[in-house]
């Protein structure tokens, strides 16, 4: 890559990152430190020198490790079953198993309620009496319930770095006489470990960083949701910001460490895609002895969103002591989906999420680029900063837009213009910041993607192609963006999957229906006292149903079975 | 092919859905030109239908135009208090450069500050070793930039106009008084009518009858730039089933009754830390233990009264009593409050949660996953109607505790600069009408009710209730025909509530934040080490039978300095509120871990 021409890019994204997220990320973080007109750092050292808040940071390490290791111990062993058999029923369990990932937020914990509650559905399947599997779970059940819910974003990578391993590389160890396990702790692992980085750093943040799950088990001692308790104290604590900051400075330690044990070797393949590796068939018995365990993780991650779809289909307040609603109703969809502003509010979802999905394309592509094929200082940094985003709190990152977008709005040139106020005044319309916001807080799928494609991607095919005269974006567009499609799908569909499904930057940003997105409305819709839960529910459920069928559909557009879409 | 073609007509059935089922919104006459108003509000779906919709029509009708009410949601008061302060200070910033004048160091929370001192620049005192010049210019430099805050601090206060500066918000509706009384205390909002020109008919009619109180019981129901609309008021939800599971078979009905350690991990909590309202519901639990301690020391209702009207006259320092009150009645309130701590921490300990979510404990309860709970009435209410079966039967019910539970008020305030003030004070004045007061109460589709959703709050109009007065009763007995609930009911009439009821803000109102910071450091952030410490007293035989372990539970913190009813209100005010959590939190841990070591020796010994 030029040197000149990368420099130019590595400017460009950094300019972007730093505008886009830095600066509102700074506005709402720099309350930590600039109080009372005065720069201090007494609330920072607060952070270490409080035992509380000390053991919510070691508490968020170790959920974070335990749930990276239990989403390893899931994502690897189906990972490897799906490329190396054929077996019944593999297309349908390969799309499956990607489902959970797709949890509609706030109905969610309702349907963790329904099933797992005193009076809920597994007790009366078992005949149990009110046992509270909620309240009694701690560490353990949030690490659970975090593995169940985010291996899928291991799996997609893992599969994908799977299924990129030249199988030459295999056979020739083979025939060399490493074989079984210790071909596969090697040979294969080694080969795919850019892509289980990817996949286990984003793991590691995000479990270390995650609110929604500890709420639900009321798992109060972790740094994620003391951030939460602070921010949402009445009055006006500098405190919340200062440990946002420690939070933000340790996930970029962690993967700085990560990166330095795990992500240093990254041994790319000539011949990557040259080639499909074989699969073998299996029938009968042992092709059920292999769905077994897809089978039975699917079956574990799905109890949230069975919990939801029969709260959805349940006539309120029926569903109690027993292990399925005892009346049922189509009326929650009839609610729901008739709901006046739910198609602008399906609109909007579609419209933020694509755009955000269509940008962070472009800029994961070119830090990925950055990151692995040029050799600028600083590039580790830029690295290393696009992981932050998944390190931020939804409601900080919120803040700050709407405090940007304040600030702008407020400037002459905003006030005197409709169409600068459409563009840049969240009150008037908030599409631009959404875009952002949703585009910002997924990037790192999308760079991690990328970054493991281009790793296990050789860089003397781009060479070759250069050699013989093709210039830097056709060497993309015929050579790289090809190669690396697998990843970039795979991140793709996390990043509109989970834009879909975002939270807080909807529920600040979006103030008027006519710009909603879909997570507000439902969120409007659990608002609604008695009925709230079940028609919210009903809308979740769609919401669910429409991404299963976008990932689905995805496949068949792309021509390519199920299951191998994620092979180069 | 086929799975293909199916998996398309699947997706396009899922697409399609929401299309076919899609029903057309309530026909509106509105259109560009006409007015609008802007309201940001807490309040749900249901409530914002409801009042845009009934609102537009009786502008209609009354100035010949119809409303299009832009509600603004942003999620709950926390975050709306947040957005409106960020919104005035940065509008407030570009209007004081745009004069022309400097936007120092400090502004934004200067501009806010309720206790802002606009009388005297701050004292400083020197540093060590600080030269004399050094001082004095530093002190000019302080003096300069007071004088700048505050010009500012008054301008901002004394101008009322959208082409000046505005969050470009009219109202804002919903929230508790706390939140209300904040937003005034920060500037952000004034009052809707020049002193003495309020409308006609609205507060008093034409008769001289009091139609909404200024406060009632002890409790604000409006100040000059806010007004209640609704009332709320706390009690407790809890669900049959789970009672009967736990061998409760009296239902509760006091605060007290859910100390009762069969309750343990088993009560749903909001956390006071979160919201007014519900700091507020705790402080109801502790101002009922100071009444039940002065009557138990034998002071009588009247005595009470004629006491707090004499210190209130003496204006003395926060404890101190003039010598025609007796010392026994002080130490009586001194003595209610620390019982009142007491009894929140036995019921934090019988805690399986304290949500940031007040609508999430009743759901919780209804479903059996929380056996009872602190909740709001309508929440609770409208929940334990979806609770019922074929027969009728309710497995859910909610009371509020007689003399336990105040009758606070969700008001409606106009903001500063509100680009379209004319038709904000013409909605504030709707909500207060009859024609606003029915959509809360009456069920939907009848005459002047809601259309859509019943919103099942209490109003605040006194002509809603029954009445002594043949005029008010009359109104009462029309307005009952077509309300969804029986508004002569003891329990719902927030005017009976209040009879058994009064407020007296001098025994906890200044304790307001030290409660949620006791309630924060010994329940929360030591929950773990509470229930485990709990846990090991009732294994032991309960707290009747291990007064050594509860005097040690129940022990106050003693940093910075022993916590009392005197002490308390001080601490939250001069000290650090960090480092007093976090001291707090450590002692908290530290004595329910002793706890936990003392039985454990007992059990040892045996």
Known sequence: ?568 | MKRNIAILVIAAIVIALPFLMRRPGERSTWKPGDPELIIISPHNEAVRFEFGLAFSRWHKEHYGQPVRVDWRAIGGSSEISRYLTSSFTSAARAWWLGRGREWPIGAGNALINPAFNTQNPPHLTRAENESDADFAQRNAQETARWETLRDLYLAFRATDDPDQFSARIDLLMGGGDFDHKMARGQGLTVSPWPNGQRPAGLFIDDAGRVMLPDSIAGETWQADTYFGNTISTFGICYNRDRLRDLGIDKLPDQWEDLADPRFAHNLGLADPTKSGSIAKSFEMIVHQQCYNTLREAGFSDDEIDRYEAAIAAASLPAGDVPPTVPAAYQAAIEEGWIKGVHLLQRIGANARYFTDSASKVPIDVSMGAAAAGVAIDYYARFQAQTTRDESGRERMDYITPIGGSGVSCDPVGLLRGAPNRDIAVRFIEFTLRDEGQKLWAYKPGTPGGPVKFALRRIPIRRSFFPSDDPVIQKQHEEHNRYAADNLADPRINPYAIAEHFTYHPRWTASHFSAHSALIRAMCLNAAQELQEAWTAILRAGGPDRQPEAMAILQALPEKPEPVTWRSAPKIMRTQNRLDVMRDWTLFYRARYAQVVALLKNHEGAR
């Not at chain 1, 106020?421 to 910041?433: A, G, H, I, M």
Request: proline share 5%; charged share 10%.
């Open chain 1, 1 to 568: 890559m030029n040197r000149a021409f990368s420099r130019f890019i590595f400017l460009g994204t950094s300019l972007i990152f730093i505008v886009l997220f830095l600066a509102p990320l700074g506005t709402v973080v720099q309350g930590g430190f600039w109080v009372n007109g005065k720069w201090t750092f007494r609330y920072l050292f607060g952070v270490f020198q409080n035992p509380i808040y000390f053991e919510g940071l070691r508490n968020s390490f170790l959920l974070a490790i335990g749930t990276t290791t239990l989403v390893t111990a899931i994502s690897i062993p189906l990972a490897w079953l799906t490329n190396r058999y054929d077996f019944p029923g593999k297309k349908w369990v390969s799309a499956l198993i990607l489902v959970p990932m797709i949890l509609p937020p706030f109905v969610g914990a309702i349907g963790f309620q329904q099933v797992l509650g005193p009076y809920g559905g597994l007790n009366a399947l078992l005949g149990l009496g009110p046992i509270d599997w909620l309240g009694r779970l701690q560490y353990w059940g949030v690490v659970s319930l975090q593995a169940l819910a985010l291996y899928p974003i291991m799996y997609l990578n893992a599969n994908a770095a799977m299924a990129n391993i030249d199988p030459a590389m295999e056979e020739a160890a083979a025939n060399l006489g490493c074989k079984g396990f210790q071909k596969f702790r090697r040979i294969t692992l080694p080969l795919m470990m850019p892509g289980l980085f990817a996949g286990g750093t984003i793991v590691f943040i995000w479990s270390f960083t995650e609110l929604g799950t500890p709420l639900i088990m009321n798992y109060t001692k972790c740094a994620s949701v003391q951030v939460f308790d602070a921010l949402k104290e009445v009055g006006n604590n500098p405190f919340p910001y200062a440990l946002v900051f420690v939070m933000l400075a340790s996930s970029v330690l962690l993967y700085a460490l990560g990166k330095f044990a795990l992500g240093g070797k990254a041994y790319a393949m000539q011949s990557k895609a040259a080639t499909a590796s074989t699969t073998r068939s299996v029938r009968g018995l042992r092709g059920l002895l292999v769905l077994l365990p897809f089978a039975a993780v699917i079956l574990v991650a799905f109890t949230p969103h069975l919990g939801v779809i029969a709260t959805s289909l349940a006539k309120p307040g029926s569903w109690y002591q027993s292990v399925l609603p005892q009346h049922f109703t189509l009326n929650n969809y009839t609610e729901a989906l008739g709901y006046e502003i739910t198609i602008s509010s399906i609109r909007n979802s579609l419209l933020y999420s694509s755009l955000a999905v269509t940008f962070n394309a472009v800029l994961g592509i070119a830090i990925a680029f950055v990151i692995v094929r040029s050799d600028i200082r600083g590039r580790g940094v830029l690295d290393a900063l696009a992981m932050l985003p998944l390190a931020v709190p939804g409601l900080v990152m919120a803040f700050g837009y709407l405090a940007i977008s304040a600030n702008v709005s407020n400037t002459d040139w905003v006030r005197n213009s409709t169409f600068w106020q459409n563009l840049l005044d969240v009150r008037t319309n908030p599409t631009l910041f959404l875009v952002i916001a949703y585009s910002i807080r997924r990037l790192p799928y999308m760079v991690r993607s990328a970054v493991a494609g281009l790793q296990q991607t050789s860089v003397t095919l781009e060479e070759a192609a250069a050699n013989l005269g093709a210039g830097f974006f056709t060497r993309m567009r015929r050579i790289t963006v090809p190669l690396i499609t697998a990843n970039l799908i795979a991140g793709g569909l996390l990043a509109f999957a989970f834009s879909m499904l975002e939270v807080s930057d909807g529920l600040m940003l979006a103030q008027r229906s006519d710009f909603y997105p879909i997570t507000k409305t439902i969120y409007e819709l659990f608002q609604l006292i008695g009925l709230g839960q079940y028609i919210a529910s009903a809308l979740g459920v769609w919401a669910m149903a429409f991404l299963s069928v976008t990932i689905i559909s995805a496949s068949l557009i792309l021509g390519k079975k199920l299951g191998a879409i994620f092979r180069a």
